[in-house]
């Protein structure tokens, strides 16, 4: 028998350790001298109570259900992928490729084309920790590390020998063509009475990103691939008696993480910036894994996990903005969800599976 | 390249691997221990704002560096309480606490001073200042000429150049991480507490039968992790600098791991691999060099990568195979 | 009368829901041999970690020579003079006999006057005993049972009086085995008290003094050796009467189906495991590999089964089959006909974590039959699960149930239910009842003998003589990679096969005569 029911696995603990992590945020919090109420409040009306402050919470909701589910699909197959933020990086590499040397007629083709370009970036950036893992054993955990800070030194290059325009002082490209201009929820959704989301810069790639959550799931629980990276996530052993070759699953399941989070670009990079700027990602490859952990690795709880951070990353930029608390709090929280969900997840676990394993044999 | 070049860039290559020494040796007591380290960079990093938010309140660069110690102890006891109590994922937990500590340094010194994250600047006995041996050529001789330092060492003999460039006007704590390589091969090779600390980190079931507590020994190479990554902390900010910056580590964490894996796990192997990776950090401060000796222009940006990417080359194992210890990263649960 | 060595009372221990140990009373005389046999999961190793202090008991009292004592941990054990040899040694592999002594039991700090105190103190053991070990050689590269040599030397090292060993003959040569019981004798007539835990009854009948027999977390007796006898140990052990032997027609062997010529495998360490041997399995026929474990017959079955890369020339069906690169893995072999129910049912043949019908079709999961389209047809596949367990008697008949949730029997049914209904034309099998209950062992053998009364080819392979004995048509033994020879089950006998497995070839001075004898099969239980 299972120690606890499946609902206690997937609902409860997640909760219990959000709260934890919800207390010991509002303990910062206090101790450097704020209100945890007032700020509670301050990020509510910042990020949910406004149809504005949505649009910032689902933009950044969209990054992080691409590098939540980017880490998601590589933990299926036990690999710790933590170098989503290069990918990332890299993948906006591709999108600006794609968007300025490629004469788009409309953006809803140019966002196919951006996305593919993205996802080969940040697949091709996942590569080659991904081969050194499979066929040189190279922790994939302190290789994907180190190409982070290559990314970065790689896209500094990059932007300041190749893309900056001539004459231009700060490491960016130039802006991309007006065709490539994704539509934003303001774009969609106001109606000449009503404006809507004004300003924000939540636009048509988070159902980009809802579309990614769909196919994610039918790719790991519908389809023999799918089957292959779980089997393998399980057990190396196992799936080499079934024939599954671990070099094959490690490299494929690299490749589709890296893709996802190289795609997360197309939002930052063409859905809102609309050049490639030095640091677009912004952590957000980091924050994937909190979302994953978080989300317990399915993408439906990835989804909400992601809006949960979408919510946090408005609000505490809205609690910077009016409070001397500043954004790095959101680093903090982030930590302490990273923590209690992930590394301290049997300090939860324990306990919980005490209660239910008393519960079933009083009723025995 | 001249002598006293070479001596300059060997001068900077010792400091700048210091820190990574430090903490290349506080990972090594762990992995050793069979716990795997990724937060050795979280660590640093608030062990480098405390050292610096006390040095500077005391004035005292030992109170600091006590400070220090105490903020990456915290953090070592939170890992032993993830990793070795609930017997969760190594790395997840040294993920979260580099996140922990990035937020968390940012927090307190924009609410204790105020300055976008940073601590006021450190002077005097606030800082450890450099030492002069005897006999060395340093600021007290300059000053007594009233001519430059620079101008005083050009002139002496090559000995003395390398005496008083290299080996002296270091601050103490260089001379500490120095000697913690004996120190720390003599404990795990010479006593009763390496043996069990070594065999905890192949085989905890075998500790366990054999009586000595694997969970006592795990925390003890956590806490001895934490104190050297507190030390290397408090040389960041106040010694090779004068204070603390937000993100002032800038992937050391991550570059001693890499150094430990080049190490193979021992500890003079672990001084050699930090001078290396200190020299690279030393030449990504001078491209002028490289491009005179080799006639190679070299880009600023990808010279700053290189560390990374020759770890990547290590690990790689294009260079040696590196084994861990057997049972690192896993948690010890006794059999059913 | 003196006061027992060990007196246990009343102990209880659970496991979450499981109630490994129930009211456990034992009590063993000081200068025995006392043998514990039970089933698997019956709790006897639980029992002895407890008093071992590896595990806490629930409740209940631990007395030693008559004195309550409280064993907390591995600590306490030790300085009441409790020493255990483990099933899975717990040695230091790269720390050298000598550290591995020390470790725990130091003389103060500093290593060098430790290590030098253990050597003369290891000579002087190594003469009393009979326990020779070089104390210098590094772990790894020490035959088992010189490991397992260290282990008693810990323990003496340690002043143990009480030495408990959990199953110490399962990794052994026979000869090996009687060193081992030599060196228990000495002990014992040292006055030492051993505990010895084992599923072997031949063991038991043989060496013990008084046997205590488990079953289901509880103590069903305990009896004098000399006043029972095999058959009422294994009623005690299961509670009622068993069939210790395999019904089975003589074989009809037809056309070779599988042929092995100068096959050799090296493994990841660089070591050579299978030394070119030459084999093969005609369809109709079980043949069986005997050997002590790690002498190649594990790595044979990973090259058949397409997760070892091998050298040499395999032919399956006329068709030669490669044995690396392209081509050499599980599917490519399912294809060609090869079924595989691998030795380590919970590392290789399931995926524990996975549902039951997700399992039934581990390996086969690229077939197209249970495609569709691009996605896998996962309603199919869950209804064939449950006709499938139906078919095998899984209990529970649960195809959601994840497969770390049955017991080892049913789990071995749910690997077998998909190896077998492939309807291939080689089974190949290791450890078929490794950890599985007596009445699923039964009914394992059954499916195993009529597999190949439909004319299969079937490569046994078991660390169970006795199972290779009453299974088999045709026994080869491997010593060292090699094969040291052929006997017919009909003409061989224990003694025999013994000596081939330990690599001596000249076996006329005890060659069988129709040892049909022997051919009953023991009783099962490991702990």
């Known amino acids: 028998m299972d120690k606890m029911p499946k609902w206690a696995d997937i609902v409860l603990i997640p909760i219990i350790s959000l709260l934890l992590a919800a207390f010991f945020s509002a303990l910062v919090i206090l101790a450097i001298g704020e209100n945890p109420v007032e700020a509670l409040k301050l990020m509510i009306d910042g990020a949910l109570m406004r149809s504005a402050g949505w649009g910032y919470t689902l933009y950044y909701a969209t990054n992080f259900i691409f590098t939540g589910l980017a880490v998601s699909v590589a933990f299926h197959a036990r690999l710790f992928n933590i170098g989503g933020e290069g990918q990332a990086m890299v993948g906006g590499l591709g999108v600006a490729l794609v968007c300025l040397y490629i004469p788009w007629p409309h953006w809803s083709l140019a966002i196919l084309g951006a996305s593919v370009g993205a996802a080969l970036f940040g697949a091709a950036w996942a590569y080659l920790p991904a081969v050194l893992q499979a066929k040189r054993g190279s922790h994939i955990v302190i290789t994907t590390i180190m190409f982070n800070f290559i990314a970065a030194a790689l896209l500094n290059y990059v932007l300041v020998e190749w893309l900056r325009p001539i004459g231009a002082m700060d490491p960016a490209s130039a802006k991309f063509p007006g065709a490539t201009h994704l539509p934003s929820f303001q774009d969609m959704f106001s109606t000449a009475d009503t404006p809507m989301f004004r300003g924000a810069p939540a636009n048509v790639t988070f159902f980009l990103a809802l579309v990614a959550c769909v196919v994610v799931w039918m790719l790991i629980w519908k389809t023999r691939l799918g089957y292959e990276i779980r089997a393998f996530g399980q057990s190396e052993t196992a799936a080499k008696y079934a024939g599954i070759s671990p070099v094959r699953i490690t490299v494929i399941a690299m490749l589709i993480s890296g893709a996802l989070a190289g795609m997360m670009s197309v939002n930052t990079t063409m859905g809102e910036s609309e050049r490639l700027i030095l640091n677009s990602t912004e952590g957000a490859g980091f924050i994937g894994i909190a979302v994953a952990l978080m989300g317990r690795n399915h993408p439906f709880g990835v989804l909400l996990a992601a809006i949960l951070f979408g919510f946090l990353y408005q609000g505490g930029a809205e609690l910077a903005l009016w409070t001397s608390i500043p954004r790095e709090l959101i680093v903090v929280i982030q930590a302490l969800v990273i923590l209690f969900t992930g590394a301290l997840d049997n300090m939860v676990r324990a306990p919980l599976e005490k209660v239910f394993i008393a519960l079933r044999r009083r009723n025995v | ?336 | 009368m003196t006061a027992p060595a060990i007196e246990l009372k009343g102990i209880s221990k659970a496991f979450g829901p499981v109630q490994a140990n129930k009211d456990i009373s034992i009590s063993v005389q000081p200068g025995t041999i006392h043998g514990i046999i039970g089933e698997n999961g019956a709790g006897k190793s639980t029992l002895m970690s407890i008093l071992y202090g590896f595990y806490k008991a629930d409740a209940g009292e631990i007395f030693i020579k008559g004195e309550r004592t409280a064993i907390p941990d591995s600590q306490a054990a030790i300085a009441a003079g409790i020493g255990m040899v483990f099933q899975h040694f717990k040695l230091v592999e790269n720390f050298t006999v000598l550290e591995n002594i020390i470790l725990g039991a130091e003389d103060g700090a500093m290593l060098n006057t430790s290590l030098g105190n253990a050597r003369s103190e290891l000579k002087h053991l190594a003469d009393e005993y009979g326990l020779n070990v070089d104390p210098d050689e590094i772990i790894e590269n020490l035959s088992v049972g010189h490991q397992q040599r260290v282990e008693i030397l810990k323990a003496l090292y340690r002043k143990a009086e009480i030495l408990i060993l959990d199953e110490p003959t399962g990794v052994l040569t026979p000869s090996e085995a009687d060193q081992l019981f030599r060196i228990l004798d000495r002990l014992r007539e040292e006055g030492k008290t051993i505990i010895l835990i084992t599923h072997k009854l031949r063991e038991i009948m043989e060496y013990t003094n008084t046997v205590s027999v488990m079953r289901r977390g509880q103590m069903t007796a305990t009896v004098k050796t000399d006043e029972t006898s095999p058959e009422h140990l294994a009623e005690l052990m299961v509670g009622r009467k068993v069939l210790l032997r395999v019904d089975k027609d003589a074989a009809e062997p037809g056309a070779s189906v599988l042929d092995i010529k100068g096959l050799r495998v090296v493994d990841d360490t660089g070591v050579e495991r299978v030394k070119g041997i030459d084999l093969n399995v005609r369809a109709g026929e079980i043949v069986g590999i005997a050997g002590v474990a790690g002498n190649g017959q594990s790595e044979l079955l990973e090259v058949l089964g397409g997760f070892a890369e091998g050298t040499g020339e395999i032919m399956m069906n006329g068709a030669v089959i490669p044995l690396s690169g392209h081509g050499a893995d599980g599917q490519a072999r399912r294809a060609s006909g090869i079924s595989h129910v691998p030795e380590d049912r919970q590392r290789e043949g399931l995926i524990m974590e996975f549902a039951a019908w997700e399992n039934t079709v581990f390996g086969y999961h690229q077939e197209p039959e249970i495609q569709n389209g691009l996605l896998m047809d996962n309603k199919g596949i869950f209804s064939e699960a449950e006709a499938k367990m139906q078919r095998f008697d899984v209990r529970p008949p649960d195809p959601k149930l994840a497969a770390k949730n049955f017991s080892g029997g049913n789990q071995q049914k749910i690997v077998l239910a998909r190896e077998i209904e492939r309807n291939p034309d080689l089974l190949l099998i290791g450890q078929p009842t490794r950890g599985v209950d007596i009445g699923a062992i039964e009914f394992i053998h059954q499916q195993i003998v009529s597999l190949r009364d439909q004319g299969k080819a079937i490569l046994l392979v078991s660390v169970e003589l006795d199972e290779i004995m009453s299974l088999s048509d045709r026994i080869v033994v491997m010593f060292d990679g090699h094969i040291t020879g052929e006997r017919d089950p009909k003409h061989t006998n224990e003694k025999e096969l013994g000596l081939l497995m330990a690599g001596i070839t000249d076996t006329s001075a005890v060659a069988g005569n129709g040892g049909n004898d022997t051919t009953e099969q023991e009783v099962h239980a490991d702990g």
């Open chain 2, 1 to 336: 390249m001249d002598f006293l070049t070479l001596l300059q860039v060997l001068d900077t290559s010792v400091r700048l691997a210091t820190p990574l020494l430090l903490a290349c040796l506080a990972g090594l007591y762990s992995e050793r221990s069979g716990v795997v380290d990724i937060g050795l960079e979280g660590k640093m990093l608030a062990a480098a704002f405390f050292s610096a938010a006390f040095a500077f309140y005391s004035g005292n660069a030992w109170l600091g560096l006590l400070a220090g110690i105490g903020a990456a102890m915290v953090l070592a006891l939170i890992h032993g309480l993830a990793s070795v109590t609930f017997r969760g994922n190594q790395l997840i937990s040294g993920v979260a606490i580099n996140f922990l500590a990035a937020g968390m340094t940012v927090l307190a010194a924009q609410s204790w001073f105020r300055q976008g994250g940073r601590t006021p600047p450190l002077e005097g006995a606030a800082r450890f200042n450099p030492i002069e041996l005897p006999f060395a050529i340093g600021p007290t001789e300059a000053a007594a000429v009233d001519r430059p330092l620079s101008q005083l060492i050009a002139e002496a003999n090559p000995l003395q150049q390398f005496y008083s460039e290299l080996i002296s006007g270091h601050s103490i704590l260089v001379y500490l991480a120095l000697l913690t390589v004996p120190a720390t091969w003599w404990l795990l090779f010479r006593t009763r507490f390496g043996l069990r600390l070594r065999a905890v980190g192949e085989n905890p079931a075998a500790v366990d039968t054999a009586g000595v507590s694997v969970v006592w020994l795990r925390y003890a190479a956590i806490l001895l992790c934490g104190v050297l990554c507190g030390v290397a902390g408090a040389y960041l900010s106040t010694a090779l600098q004068a204070g603390f910056v937000k993100d002032m580590t800038a992937g050391r964490g991550f570059i001693a791991l890499a150094a430990l894996i080049f190490a193979k796990w021992r500890p003079v192997y672990a001084l050699w691999a930090c001078l290396l990776f200190g020299l690279f950090q030393a030449l990504e401060l001078r491209p002028d060099i490289i491009e005179n000796v080799s006639g190679i222009k070299v880009q600023v940006q990808l010279l700053g990568a290189l560390p990374y990417i020759l770890t990547v080359v290590i690990l790689a194992g294009f260079v040696g195979k590196a084994i861990p210890p057997r049972a690192s990263g896993e948690p010890y649960i006794k059999e059913r």
